[in-house]
């Protein structure tokens, strides 16, 4: 197997007044999945957690056939393309070996349903709970999405185009830098252990790059996650940015984070890495 380049730093941090806002922009074919130094080590996660963890990794419902088979055609036909070194074969559900030949997550909307899903490294979320659910539904927890995203998401997926890819990138702070998630989130007790002199290497800064691109038989739409988790440290440079951004976060956004439980530490470090730049 041919040697990968190395992991993208995205850095999707904006200061100035916190704004919701889907952020898409559109990607080339080649540039659908990323391929890095991290697929051997990523790709060998899922693989263990599709078999130790199916149940919570993995939930398909009735209906979507047609749309897992072609995502795994569309999957295939790209690798085929621009990574042909990573095609494999395995007898597996459709949507679960497309999401085993790359680093993505993979779930499939359907009417504005989420009816499938493969996702090993949730983000403090649990598959179980979201599945089979309306995106309204499914987006439910999150502060002010109904008012200020419900109607421009359900827009964007009816009028996606079959050949073009939509990008957007989120961000948070986690104190774990555990690809696999699915519980943590409204935390509001301290973190004892992360310090104002250590937070650089406790904390870290979790990305997750969406693209969502429609599937023109079925019309389905397939959402794909892939998580980079960057020690804070790689941060520091724009550390007053980054404080910047925390600190025009809502009250409803940074308890929804978790930022309680880390936030102290968290804007002493920044701060004292701003000061020095």
């Known amino acids: 197997m041919r040697p990968f380049p190395p992991e993208v730093l995205h850095d999707p941090i904006e200061p100035g007044p916190y704004r919701m806002a ?3 922009t559109i990607v080339p074919e080649a540039a659908w999945f990323e391929v890095d130094a991290l ?3 990523e790709t060998a996660e899922k693989s263990r ?3 130790e ?3 919570d990794v993995v939930a398909l419902t009735p209906g979507s056939e047609a749309a897992r088979r072609e995502a ?6 790209n690798l085929r393309t621009h990574h042909p070194d990573l095609l494999t074969e395995t007898d597996a559900d459709p949507l679960e070996q497309a999401a085993r030949l790359v680093q993505e997550d993979m779930c499939l909307i359907q009417d504005a349903v989420f009816t499938a899903g493969v996702v090993c490294f949730p983000s403090r979320w649990r598959l179980r709970d979201k599945i089979g659910k309306p995106l309204a539904e499914v987006h439910g ?6 008012e200020r995203l419900a109607n421009p998401v359900d827009r964007f997926m009816r009028h996606l185009k079959p050949d073009r890819i939509a990008m957007r990138l989120n961000w948070s702070i986690l104190d774990d830098s555990a690809l696999f998630q699915p519980e943590g989130k409204w935390r509001s007790e301290r973190n004892d252990a992360i310090t104002a002199d250590n937070a650089g290497d406790t904390l870290f800064v979790r990305v ?13 739409v397939l959402f794909g996650i892939r998580v980079h988790v960057y020690p804070l440290r790689r941060f520091a440079i724009s550390a007053a940015r980054v404080a910047a951004a925390v600190r ?4 409803a956004i940074v308890r929804y984070k978790s930022l309680p439980a880390i936030q102290a530490p968290l804007l002493a470090w920044l701060d004292r890495q701003g000061q020095a730049s």
């Open 208 to 220: 997750e790059r969406q693209t969502l691109r429609l599937l023109p038989v079925s019309g389905a």
């Open 53 to 55: 963890r199916h149940a």
């Open 141 to 146: 927890p999150v502060p002010v999405y109904a």
């Open 49 to 51: 957690l599709l078999t």
């Open 72 to 77: 795994l055609a569309m999957v295939l036909a």
């Open 248 to 251: 025009a976060l809502p009250d």
């Open 22 to 24: 889907m952020g898409l």
């Open 39 to 41: 697929y051997p080590t």
